[in-house]
């Protein structure tokens, strides 16, 4: 990031960094992973704001040349440096996660780099209520309901997992509702199997 040692610095930053930053930090609310630092980013912030300026030209020729009172221009460059950003995240982040562009690209036969890092971070970003059956790395088996009280960590150095119902499983595979949650810490997990929630399971 550059220093901001003048006003014409922070003029530029604020024009050419700060909308791809917003759009990036939006962007990412819908996948997983960290973001990475800002100083490792500043290149692909400059890249946004450069794609969503010119996607946003019309508006940006509308505040350059508005008349009137001040406040009509400066509201007119709020909306475009810092809520036009924020939509514009907010669409590649729905884009990213509904995989709409993949999507098109497979059914022209071309195979893009996934923007998930890890089948972690894409199973558990599109994870809807589920039964689940986590085998740990000392053969412990854990069986239990993925909902909307669960959790699963998208820190790619911290994947743990909660879990907010958990069942035994007896010698006849019954599963026995125990009434309690399941916190499992990062690297104990082997191996995790999903059922759809509406499939029905054995309770005894």
């Known amino acids: 990031m550059p220093e901001l040692?003048?006003?014409?610095?922070?003029?530029?930053?604020?024009?050419f960094?700060?909308?791809g930053l917003i759009a990036s930090f939006i962007?990412?609310?819908?996948?997983?992973?960290?973001?990475?630092?800002?100083?490792?980013?500043?290149?692909?912030?400059?890249?946004?704001?450069?794609?969503?300026?010119?996607l946003a030209f019309p508006f940006v020729e509308y505040s350059v040349s508005i008349e009137g009172p001040a406040y009509w221009k400066i509201g007119a460059w709020f909306l475009l440096v810092f809520v036009g950003p924020a939509v514009f995240g907010?669409?590649?982040g729905l884009w990213a996660q509904k995989e709409l562009g993949r999507?098109?690209?497979?059914?022209?036969?071309?195979?893009?780099?996934?923007?998930?890092p890890t089948a972690w971070d894409w199973k558990f970003s599109n994870a809807t209520e589920s039964w689940v059956l986590v085998v740990l790395k000392d053969d412990t088996q854990l069986a239990g309901l993925y909902g909307s009280d669960s959790f699963a960590s998208s820190d790619p150095e911290e994947r743990d997992l909660y879990i907010e119902k958990v069942y035994e499983i007896d010698d006849k595979n019954d599963w026995k509702p125990r009434d309690n949650g399941v916190l499992i810490t990062s690297g104990e997990i082997r191996s995790i199997e999903f059922w759809p929630y509406r499939q029905e399971i054995n309770h005894g």
């Open 5 to 15: 040692t003048s006003i014409d610095t922070i003029y530029l930053v604020l024009a």
């Open 17 to 19: 960094l700060v909308p």
């Open 27 to 54: 962007r990412a609310q819908f996948i997983t992973g960290r973001m990475p630092s800002h100083t490792e980013a500043a290149l692909s912030y400059l890249t946004l704001s450069i794609i969503y300026y010119a």
């Open 90 to 92: 907010f669409l590649l």
């Open 103 to 116: 999507g098109l690209l497979r059914r022209l036969q071309l195979n893009p780099v996934h923007v998930m």
